[in-house]
């Protein structure tokens, strides 16, 4: 009896087998017998003929508003502005004075660097135009820029 039941399962799996890789091989041969069909078909219509050439397009919106008048006339457009160039801030900062003998020495600081200034001194691209009891003129050089440092 066991053995009959193994027979009749194997033959039942044999059999669910068989029917089932016999539905896929028919599937697959169909789909390829009806892309031979429909090429057959086609094989009459020159498709190219059916196709919208580009230059027969409109060249232009059919819907777009017109103005049939004179063009009205624009404006030039604004010149671009130019910023007059500047001196850039002043480098240097008020450090002291030191007066001996009726003669009066003033100091700044550039960075780290200690300086003693006197009119008509040049340091760097500033010129040292005039020491008073109250400020120092500068004039920076390349652009020819008058500045103040106010001494305080």
């Given amino acids: 009896m066991k053995k009959r039941h193994i027979g009749i399962t194997i033959g039942a799996v ?3 087998v068989g029917v089932v890789a016999g539905r896929e091989r028919p599937t697959i041969e169909l789909i390829q017998e009806k892309s031979t069909q429909v090429a057959r078909v ?5 498709l190219e003929k059916l196709r919208r050439n580009e230059a027969t397009m409109p060249q232009n919106d059919p819907f ?3 103005n049939f008048g ?5 404006a030039a457009p604004p010149a671009p502005r130019v910023e007059k160039p500047t001196a850039p801030p002043l480098p240097f900062r008020y450090f002291g004075k030191l007066t001996e003998k009726g003669k009066t020495e003033v100091y700044v600081m550039r ?7 006197a009119a008509g001194q ?3 691209e500033y ?3 005039k020491v008073s009891e109250s400020s ?10 008058q500045q103040t440092l106010e001494l305080q």
């Fill in 136 to 145: 120092i003129a500068f004039t920076y050089l390349p652009l020819k820029m």
């Fill in 127 to 129: 010129r040292v135009d």
């Fill in 64 to 66: 777009a508003l017109k």
């Fill in 122 to 124: 040049n340091i760097g």
């Fill in 42 to 46: 086609d094989d009459g219509i020159d």
């Fill in 70 to 74: 004179a063009e009205p006339r624009r």
């Fill in 14 to 16: 044999v059999l669910v």
């Fill in 111 to 117: 960075g780290d660097e200690l300086l003693a200034v």
